[in-house]
């Protein structure tokens, strides 16, 4: 039933899409024990005909069997690649606990290989928008949940979904050297998202952060 769990595509905006978000519905419909799956993903089990997954500090809605994904409270479209991450992250779930154990992209199935991108998507922004302007980052992060991690000059971790803290670490820079950042993710992080997703969710994250930044 999990196996067959597919990734995001390597892209922006919802081109390319649409495939993976038909197969994540047709798994999750495969799905027949939703109330354990609940447990499992730390989702609040409603009913037969709903359930509840907080994504980013916010509660989204899945109605069944017609696999309906909205916000609560909210009449906005929930963007694909949103849709598509809340279902992986549901269908994928195996229910083990945090190890506590901190580690970085390369260190992910497949890490090394997607790392460059990983770094252009993520990395770059979170030091290029934070870098000069650490201070800014524990506020916009409390905006989604987040929470100061106490590592570098500025950090702070943020709950993707339930069972997936993700913290970011920033180094200020000098005259001499440049501002860095990195990514850290509990090791067990692929006991509920791919490689791929784990990128694109990331991605989501940093961009969520800068546009809370407040205009200079």
């Keep these: 039933m999990m196996k067959n769990r597919r990734s995001l595509p390597q892209g922006s905006g919802d081109y390319g899409y649409e495939l993976p978000y038909k197969l994540a519905r047709d798994q999750l419909a495969k799905i027949r024990d939703i109330e354990g799956q609940c447990r499992k993903s730390g989702a609040h089990y409603v009913g037969p005909s709903e359930i509840v997954i907080d994504y980013l500090n916010q509660p989204y809605h899945i109605s069944l069997p017609?696999?309906?994904?909205?916000?609560?409270?909210?009449?906005?479209?929930?963007?694909?690649?949103?849709?598509?991450?809340i279902l992986h992250y549901f269908i994928g779930a195996k229910g083990t606990p945090a190890t506590g154990q901190l580690i970085t992209y390369r260190q992910l199935p497949g890490g090394v290989a997607y790392f460059s991108a990983f770094a252009q998507r993520a990395i770059k922004p979170f030091v290029s928008?934070?870098?000069?302007?650490?201070?800014?980052?524990?506020?916009?992060?409390?905006?989604?949940?987040?929470?100061?991690?106490?590592?570098?000059?500025?950090?702070?971790t943020i709950n993707g979904f339930k069972h997936v803290p993700i913290t970011w670490v920033l180094w200020k820079g000098d005259e001499e050297l440049a501002a860095s950042g990195s990514v850290l993710f509990d090791s067990g992080i692929s006991d509920y998202l791919s490689t791929e997703d784990v990128t694109v969710l990331s991605e989501t994250i940093i961009w969520k952060l800068v546009k809370n930044i407040p205009s200079a």
Excluded: C, Q
């Design 129 to 156: 928008h934070f870098g000069k302007r650490p201070e800014l980052l524990t506020e916009m992060a409390a905006k989604l949940g987040g929470y100061e991690a106490h590592r570098g000059d500025a950090s702070v």
């Design 66 to 85: 017609d696999i309906r994904i909205w916000l609560e409270n909210s009449e906005l479209e929930v963007p694909l690649k949103d849709r598509i991450l």
